[in-house]
């Protein structure tokens, strides 16, 4: 049988609007910064020039690995870079990384290199520095700092889960295509019809907005909620915004347990 509803907020329709009762539009869009790669610099500075230091490099796993002693007679950018690729097998996060720089200008025995890791890796945990601290008597022999001069980001990844009145999905991927998120959000108990386009904000980043259309639910819906716990990127983010809200409607007549009328 028929659901009959009436909508007693909406105008006449005319040659201005010929569609004065409004289907709800809602918007999921996820937000993500451009992709960057990530740079450090390490700068440290040494009494003992005959002297060596080490990298030490964690994952976001929180495993570690640590180069060789790198020797300061003869430093170069090279060799630092060399130092660190040499655990890639260890940890591929380190194959693809690039040194530049070298000794300081202006200020002797003081070194400056610059650590740039892919876009692809993310925010890097800053590598730890350690070299020699004192001499025999006792005076500083070794000062070293590594800080973040771009945080590191990739384009967005990951996936979210849409709630509806109470239905919740599974989890959708950010790539996913509007024919997919139709059929998911269709598969819900509290959804019947629902067309969807999908605009794409940036193809650095990756970010979407999926535009939803609610053709069987009237009236001013509920907002529907996301989540955002299994999102990668850089400063990745998502939400929901009403685009449209649906006209008001009073349901008149339930014909659902009739189907004969």
Not at 7 to 17: K, L, Q, R, S
Not at 138 to 145: I, P, R, T
Not at 214 to 227: A, I, Y
Request: hydrophobic residues 40%.
């Amino acid at each position: 049988g028929y659901m009959v509803y009436m909508f007693p907020g909406a105008d006449a329709n005319t040659a201005e609007d010929p569609f004065p009762v409004k289907a709800e539009i809602q918007n999921i869009e996820t937000f993500n910064d451009e992709p960057a790669d990530e740079v450090q610099l390490l700068a440290f500075q040494t009494l003992i020039t005959d002297g060596a230091f080490t990298l030490t490099f964690e994952d976001a796993d929180g495993d570690t690995t640590t180069t060789s002693t790198i020797p300061f007679t003869g430093i170069n950018a090279a060799s630092v870079q060399t130092a660190l690729q040499q655990r890639c097998l260890e940890m591929p996060q380190l194959c693809n990384i690039q040194v530049n720089g070298g000794v300081h200008g202006l200020i002797a025995n003081r070194w400056e290199f610059n650590v740039t890791f892919p876009s692809t890796h993310g925010d890097v945990k800053l590598l730890r520095l350690a070299g020699r601290e004192s001499l025999d008597d006792g005076s500083a022999s070794f000062e070293a700092s590594v800080t973040e001069v771009v945080q590191g980001g990739s384009a967005i990844t990951g996936d979210f889960r849409v709630t509806f009145r109470g239905a919740q999905t599974p989890h959708i991927p950010v790539f996913a295509t509007a024919d997919e998120v139709k059929r998911t959000l269709q598969n819900l108990d509290t959804i019947g019809i629902v067309d969807v386009t999908v605009v794409d904000k940036g193809v650095a980043s990756g970010a979407k907005i999926w535009r939803v259309t609610f053709r069987t639910e009237n009236g001013d819906l509920p907002m529907m909620t996301v989540t955002n716990g299994r999102l990668i990127g850089r400063n990745p983010a998502i939400g929901v915004s009403e685009t449209i809200p649906g006209s008001v409607a009073q349901l008149v007549h339930d014909g659902t347990d009739n189907p004969n009328l």
